[in-house]
Nanobody, 124 residues
């Protein structure tokens, strides 16, 4: 089994920055893909970003491209999401996810493990 634990969420003003972290433990699988999704109240869970094992392929939702950066440290089994120029519409619970194999996908069904989520609130 894989455990994913997110941290770094909180309350920030519009235009501010936050960095989310997600530490994986257990059987994390070599060459996995790790990513982030988010879910706002009353909305479906949506793709945010994903990163391949070596970091050579990174995918972003159009809504965050240019503002968010995903990165990972495989020695620490950790993936990060640096969020800048935050907007009120970025307010959501952010979930870390892991795909045992395959490239960075945008479909939640492709991912095998999920964290509990961390709340990000952006005030206007």
């Amino acid at each position: 089994q894989v455990q994913l634990v997110e941290s770094g969420g909180g309350l920030v003003q519009a235009g501010g920055s936050l960095r989310l972290s997600c530490a994986a433990s257990g059987r994390t699988f070599l060459f996995n893909t790790m990513g982030w999704f988010r879910q706002a109240p009353g909305k479906e869970r949506e793709f945010v970003a994903a990163c391949s094992w070596r970091g050579t392929t990174r995918e972003y939702a159009d809504s965050v491209k240019g503002r968010f950066t995903i990165s990972r440290d495989n020695a620490k089994n950790t993936v990060y999401l640096q969020m800048s120029s935050l907007k009120p519409e970025d307010t959501a619970v952010y979930y870390c996810t892991l795909d045992r194999s395959g490239g960075p996908g945008r479909n939640a069904d492709e991912y095998d493990y999920w964290g509990q989520g961390t709340q990000v609130t952006v005030s206007s």
